[in-house]
């Protein structure tokens, strides 16, 4: 039984679309929001049977072991998934697996489906109505429940599947009588704010809170996802010279603080207690937040970022400082989208200031790349079909970056620029094993048995507690990295199955749901 859950006292649990990001002078920019595994001894086998440790090879940055790769499908406002509402259910389906395809065979290993746009669901839920963007009517039933075929067919290709919820957006209508009758915002009216011509919940309000908890938890209790996602909508952002009215909340729940300060720890109140109800239920869930790009700038504190853009500190009171500080998040994902050299909020400047913030935390980091806005032309960087790939060579410098989530899916199909190709030349040439958060448990499973060769298809015993497997080839030379990086790694697969391209040398590892690693079993094709 894998021991899940019980180092995650690694870090402690203090109580602690996706659009816009805003830099000075800017417009809104619309965005959504290795270590080795085990090997066997060090002395040589014979093929057919578990392999030697392997040689002691130099890493090759180009294929990183393990590397977090990941998509945002966003469905608020049909941006991604569906592609308009009132699809077919089968139409529907059939649009999903497209863009899972297109992501599997990048090379990605995980996806960011938006399962809760607007306190709505993308699934059959206890708690909310169905979402409008499934069926074009608030509350009416599709007919069917996506999540559990969202999800299978996620791991069918061998990615990891987080449900992004946003936290705290009511209705994308002020008009509440536009929402179903069941709807939270009619059923409680006193726990909404109305700012410009949308619905907000409160974040003072201890009901909220526990709602969205209730939310995120019953999906984690029912369905087998393997993360939580939050976005970086918190406050709204702001809105010209409106006021988030929560004056009376403030009275009542302030106690003596700063406004700005008792809102902030509205947030992080909300994000420890999601924390801890997600690994309460399921320790191996991963729990994590991809904030706004700028924390905040030196202008506002000397140890922020030397940038000129908007302070998720102070204007949507999103501290993700005190989130890492506190662990009540097992990775970060800052939404860093805007080029090399933009002068209020620079890549190469913000990339670093990231990987400070996280350096001997024990949380993960991973970067938020605008695949939507190459091919624009508000800034010339964009027009460049190297700029993605060049973000990815910049992150080689920084070892507490592993890895890269790119908004959004349906320029999976588009690939403006070619630029995907560029990124798959220079990175995802081969498959990576998702990074290890050490807090979260797990363990390998033991190694593949019974693997045999029959013509070209390999296959092997299913390995106790494994979701899946990796393969691996080894060159001519027999030469063994597989511990070191993915040079030789030619595929992750879910069956206990694979169809060898060619004769050669082939190694089979089973990997846990967290993707640690078993050691490896050596099988030859001789055909």
């Given at each position: 039984?894998?021991?899940?859950?019980?180092?995650?006292?690694?870090?402690?649990?203090?109580?602690?679309?996706?659009?816009?990001?805003?830099?000075?002078?800017?417009?809104?920019?619309?965005?959504?929001?290795?270590?080795?595994?085990?090997?066997?001894?060090?002395?040589?086998?014979?093929p057919?049977?578990?392999?030697?440790?392997a040689?002691?090879?130099?890493?090759?940055?180009?294929?990183?072991?393990?590397?977090?790769?990941?998509?945002?499908?966003?469905?608020?406002?049909?941006?991604?998934?569906?592609?308009?509402?009132?699809?077919?259910?089968?139409?529907?389906?059939?649009?999903?697996?497209?863009?899972?395809?297109?992501?599997?065979?990048?090379?990605?290993?995980?996806?960011?489906?938006?399962?809760?746009?607007?306190?709505?669901?993308?699934?059959?839920s206890?708690?909310?109505?169905?979402?409008?963007?499934?069926?074009?009517?608030?509350?009416?039933?599709?007919?069917w429940?996506?999540?559990?075929?969202?999800?299978?067919?996620?791991?069918?290709?061998?990615?990891?599947?987080?449900?992004?919820?946003?936290?705290?957006?009511?209705?994308?209508?002020?008009?509440?009588?536009?929402?179903?009758?069941?709807?939270?915002?009619?059923?409680?009216?006193?726990?909404?704010?109305?700012?410009?011509?949308?619905?907000?919940?409160?974040?003072?309000?201890?009901?909220?809170?526990?709602?969205?908890?209730?939310?995120?938890t019953?999906?984690?209790?029912?369905?087998?996802?393997?993360?939580?996602?939050?976005?970086?909508?918190?406050?709204?952002y702001?809105?010209?010279?409106?006021?988030?009215?929560?004056?009376?909340?403030?009275?009542?729940?302030?106690?003596?603080?700063?406004?700005?300060?008792?809102?902030?720890?509205?947030?992080?109140?909300?994000?420890?207690?999601?924390?801890?109800?997600?690994?309460e239920?399921?320790?191996?869930?991963?729990?994590?937040?991809?904030?706004?790009?700028?924390?905040?700038?030196t202008?506002?504190?000397?140890?922020?970022?030397?940038?000129?853009?908007?302070?998720?500190?102070?204007?949507?009171?999103?501290?993700?400082?005190?989130?890492?500080?506190?662990?009540?998040?097992?990775?970060?994902?800052?939404?860093?989208?805007?080029?090399?050299?933009?002068?209020?909020?620079?890549?190469?400047?913000?990339?670093?200031?990231?990987?400070?913030?996280?350096?001997?935390?024990?949380?993960?980091?991973?970067?938020?790349?605008?695949?939507?806005?190459?091919g624009?032309?508000?800034?010339?960087?964009?027009?460049?079909?190297?700029?993605?790939?060049?973000?990815?060579?910049?992150?080689?410098?920084?070892?507490?970056v592993e890895?890269?989530?790119?908004?959004?899916?349906?320029?999976?199909?588009?690939?403006?620029?070619?630029?995907?190709?560029?990124?798959?030349?220079?990175?995802?040439?081969?498959?990576?094993?998702?990074?290890?958060?050490?807090?979260?448990?797990?363990?390998?499973?033991?190694?593949p048995?019974?693997?045999?060769?029959?013509?070209?298809?390999?296959?092997?015993?299913?390995?106790?507690?494994?979701?899946?497997?990796?393969?691996?080839?080894?060159?001519?030379?027999?030469?063994?990295?597989?511990?070191?990086d993915?040079?030789?790694?030619?595929?992750?697969?879910?069956?206990?199955?694979?169809t060898?391209?060619?004769?050669?040398?082939?190694?089979?590892?089973?990997?846990?749901?967290l993707?640690?690693?078993?050691?490896?079993?050596?099988?030859?094709?001789?055909?």
């Open positions: 039984m894998p021991h899940w859950g019980i180092m995650r006292t690694g870090r402690p649990l203090a109580a602690a679309a996706a659009l816009a990001a805003v830099t000075t002078g800017a417009a809104y920019l619309f965005g959504p929001g290795a270590g080795a595994s085990p090997s066997a001894g060090t002395e040589k086998k014979t057919g049977t578990a392999t030697v440790a040689a002691d090879c130099t890493p090759d940055a180009r294929y990183p072991k393990r590397q977090m790769r990941g998509v945002w499908i966003a469905t608020v406002q049909n941006i991604d998934w569906p592609s308009r509402a009132g699809l077919s259910a089968d139409k529907q389906r059939a649009e999903y697996v497209r863009l899972l395809d297109a992501a599997a065979k990048l090379n990605f290993n995980a996806v960011f489906v938006q399962v809760r746009p607007a306190a709505d669901a993308i699934y059959k206890p708690l909310e109505p169905w979402s409008r963007f499934l069926t074009g009517t608030p509350g009416k039933d599709p007919g429940d996506p999540m559990p075929f969202l999800v299978s067919e996620a791991h069918k290709r061998g990615l990891e599947f987080h449900a992004w919820f946003n936290p705290y957006r009511a209705s994308y209508d002020g008009d509440v009588s536009k929402l179903p009758a069941d709807h939270l915002a009619r059923r409680h009216p006193g726990w909404t704010v109305k700012y410009g011509d949308r619905l907000y919940f409160n974040p003072g309000l201890p009901q909220v809170r526990d709602h969205v908890t209730a939310v995120v019953d999906v984690v209790k029912r369905y087998d996802i393997d993360g939580v996602h939050f976005d970086d909508y918190f406050y709204p702001p809105s010209g010279n409106a006021t988030f009215n929560d004056a009376a909340t403030f009275t009542k729940y302030g106690k003596g603080k700063r406004l700005a300060d008792w809102r902030r720890d509205n947030v992080n109140t909300l994000i420890a207690q999601v924390d801890k109800a997600v690994h239920i399921k320790p191996y869930i991963k729990f994590g937040i991809s904030p706004f790009g700028i924390w905040r700038n202008s506002n504190d000397p140890t922020g970022s030397r940038t000129a853009g908007m302070s998720a500190y102070d204007s949507i009171y999103a501290d993700a400082r005190a989130w890492i500080k506190a662990g009540t998040v097992d990775y970060v994902l800052p939404q860093l989208y805007w080029p090399r050299g933009f002068k209020a909020a620079d890549y190469n400047v913000l990339v670093p200031w990231w990987a400070n913030e996280v350096k001997g935390t024990g949380v993960d980091l991973y970067i938020g790349q605008a695949l939507y806005r190459v624009t032309t508000d800034d010339k960087a964009w027009t460049r079909p190297g700029e993605l790939s060049a973000h990815l060579t910049f992150n080689r410098k920084y070892k507490q890895g890269d989530v790119f908004f959004s899916a349906k320029q999976l199909l588009t690939n403006p620029l070619g630029a995907l190709d560029r990124v798959f030349k220079d990175h995802y040439s081969r498959p990576a094993l998702l990074p290890l958060i050490k807090s979260l448990g797990g363990e390998a499973p033991p190694a048995a019974g693997v045999k060769a029959a013509g070209r298809s390999l296959s092997w015993e299913p390995s106790p507690g494994a979701r899946s497997y990796a393969v691996y080839k080894l060159p001519k030379s027999g030469e063994d990295c597989h511990t070191t993915a040079r030789d790694l030619v595929a992750v697969v879910e069956r206990p199955a694979y060898a391209p060619s004769a050669g040398t082939y190694l089979v590892t089973a990997l846990d749901r993707d640690h690693e078993s050691k490896a079993i050596r099988a030859e094709v001789t055909n």
